[in-house]
C-alpha cells in the first residue's frame, strides 16, 4: 500500500494554499509604498500586514492594529475562499500565505502592545496554531 504524498495521518484537515496573487508583493519589493499598493490590492493581506510593521516601527500602535486588523479580516475571506474551515494549517512556506500571517502576528503584537491582552493571546494561539513556523519566524 502507497501513502499519497502530504496525506495527514492525524485526521486533520488539510493544509490552506492560497492562490498567488504576485502583484503586490512584486510592487512592495520594487519600493512602492504600501498605501499604494493597499489602495491598489485592497484585498492583499499582504500589504495591509507591510502598512501594520511599518505604522508599529514610526510608535503608531494603534495605527498598526487597525491595518493588521484589515489585514487580518481580508485574509480570513481569502482562507474561506479556499477551502478553509475555521482551522487547519496555513503553511508558511507556502509563500501566498505570508501576508495572512505576517497580518495575524501584526494584529498579536498591537494588541499586546495596547493591552488588550485577550486578544494579543488569542491571535498569538491562533498564528501558532495556523503555522508553527510563521510563529518563530515572525516572533
Not at 519589493?29 to 485592497?42: I, K, L, M
Not at 500565505?97 to 494588541?111: E, I, K, P, T, V
Not at 491582552?117 to 508553527?132: G, I, M, N, V, W
Request: proline share 9%; charged share 20%.
Amino acid at each position: 500500500m502507497t501513502m499519497a504524498i502530504h496525506e495527514n495521518l492525524l485526521g486533520g484537515p488539510p493544509p490552506t494554499h492560497l492562490p498567488d496573487d504576485p502583484g503586490p508583493r512584486e510592487l512592495l519589493a520594487s519600493g512602492a509604498a504600501p498605501s499604494e499598493v493597499a489602495a491598489q490590492y485592497p484585498a492583499s493581506s499582504l500589504a495591509w500586514a507591510q502598512l501594520a510593521d511599518d505604522a508599529f516601527a514610526g510608535g503608531r500602535v494603534v495605527e498598526s492594529y487597525a491595518y493588521a486588523r484589515t489585514g487580518y479580516h481580508r485574509g480570513l475571506d481569502a482562507l474561506r475562499r479556499n477551502g478553509w474551515k475555521g482551522h487547519g494549517p496555513v503553511p508558511w512556506e507556502h509563500e501566498p500565505n505570508r501576508g495572512f500571517l505576517r497580518a495575524l502576528h501584526a494584529l498579536a503584537r498591537a494588541a499586546g502592545a495596547i493591552g488588550e491582552q485577550k486578544e494579543y493571546e488569542r491571535c498569538t494561539a491562533f498564528l501558532r496554531d495556523s503555522s508553527p513556523t510563521a510563529a518563530d519566524t515572525l516572533s
